[in-house]
T-cell receptor, first 113, second 110 residues
Framework: SQTIHQWPATLVQPVGSPLSLECTVE??????LYWYRQAAGRGLQLLFY??????ISSEVPQNLSASRPQDRQFILSSKKLLLSDSGFYLC????????????FGPGTRLTVT | RKEVEQDPGPFNVPEGATVAFNCTYS??????FFWYRQDCRKEPKLLMS???SGNEDGRFTAQLNRASQYISLLIRDSKLSDSATYLC???????????FGKGTKLSVIP
């Protein structure tokens, strides 16, 4: 069966510090991968998606970036965090394209202070 | 009109009650629809897909009304464990036009 992992589970970072969140999927090959952010009182916002290694599409311009160095690894990064980057970051995968159901990892709760 | 709208609730219902949520969407070309459940401070989990013909999974029934552009979720015989936030997801035509509603909070009371 497929499983998706994210780490760390929680993170407190000062403004201006870098960020690296990691997501890995097991039990499937060539999944579509997604990064979302859920801010307090707001819906999930799609940040990035990837259909394959090295292929990243950005949905929202911001100071975040994503990379997919391996088939089942998806990384979310920032060089300098802003207060507004605080939120619940969720990685998800789907078997095929955007019309498919998506399965979420446990998430990383980021607080920027 | 917002892309996807849900009544935020909370819906407070007694155990055994039937409760229904609606989710309206603005993009008439939307193609796929889902309901997710999210427990407090947890990740969303897929509850069910929503098909044009309607679909049922145990106590849960999902329906799609394309003419009026809404999807619905009906929960029968509510259990305490049904307490959660229910998110609707609408996926539009084109690449990755995926929009989550903000969710409807349900509290089932003993």
């Amino acid at each position: 069966s497929q499983t998706i992992h994210q780490w760390p589970a929680t993170l407190v970072q000062p403004v201006g510090s870098p960020l690296s969140l990691e997501c890995t999927v097991e039990g499937t090959s060539n999944p579509n991968l997604y990064w979302y952010r859920q801010a307090a009182g707001r819906g999930l916002q799609l940040l990035f998606y990837s259909v394959g290694i090295g292929q990243i599409s950005s949905e929202v311009p911001q100071n975040l970036s994503a990379s997919r160095p391996q088939d089942r690894q998806f990384i979310l990064s920032s060089k300098k965090l802003l207060l507004s980057d605080s939120g619940f970051y969720l990685c998800a995968w789907s078997v095929t394209g955007p019309l498919d159901e998506q399965y979420f990892g446990p998430g990383t709760r980021l607080t920027v202070t | 009109r917002k892309e996807v709208e849900q009544d935020p609730g909370p819906f407070n219902v007694p155990e055994g009650a039937t409760v229904a949520f609606n989710c309206t969407y603005s993009n008439s070309a939307s193609q796929s629809f889902f309901w997710y459940r999210q427990d407090c401070r947890k990740e969303p989990k897929l509850l069910m897909s929503v098909y044009s013909s309607g679909n049922e999974d145990g106590r849960f029934t999902a329906q799609l009304n394309r003419a009026s552009q809404y999807i619905s979720l009906l929960i029968r015989d509510s259990k305490l464990s049904d307490s959660a936030t229910y998110l609707c997801v609408v996926i539009g035509a084109g690449s990755y036009q995926l929009t989550f509603g903000k969710g409807t909070k349900l509290s089932v009371i003993p």
